[in-house]
């Protein structure tokens, strides 16, 4: 059993490892392309910000149709909100994109309705 939990233990690790380097990676893009990291976003403030999707879904608000990513990019998670859309061609996880909105806050969380944004290679 003790053999096993070090083999459990070394996978973790490799997997928190490349995880850090995966937000590493995703703090510099966004930072080199002149975007506030999201941890440091404020309420009501008008942002540019670039990460990738992590989620998609479509869930409806007050019987409006409205697709919701969450947006990463390495410091923290805020979700997009389109109001009427049911899917935008591109919007995927996955996805590197930028998008500009004014920040809200929602049930704790932090969000953006109908945000500018440009799909990332």
């Known amino acids: 059993m003790a053999r096993g939990s070090g083999r459990l ?27 506030c990291p999201i941890a440091e976003v404020q309420d009501r ?44 061609a591109g919007i995927e996880p996955g996805r590197a994109m930028r998008v500009e909105a004014r920040v809200g806050h929602q049930n704790g969380h932090r969000v953006m309705f109908n945000p500018r944004y440009e799909l990332r290679a």
């Open 9 to 35: 233990r070394s996978s973790i690790n490799r997997w928190a490892s490349h995880t850090n380097e995966h937000a590493r990676q995703l703090r510099a893009t966004s930072a080199e392309a002149g975007c």
């Open 45 to 88: 403030g008008f942002v540019e910000l670039e990460g990738v999707l992590r989620t998609v879904t479509l869930r409806p608000r007050g019987g409006v149709p409205a697709l919701e990513a969450e947006l990463y990019d390495g410091s923290d998670v805020i979700t997009v909100i389109w109001l009427g859309r049911r899917r935008i």
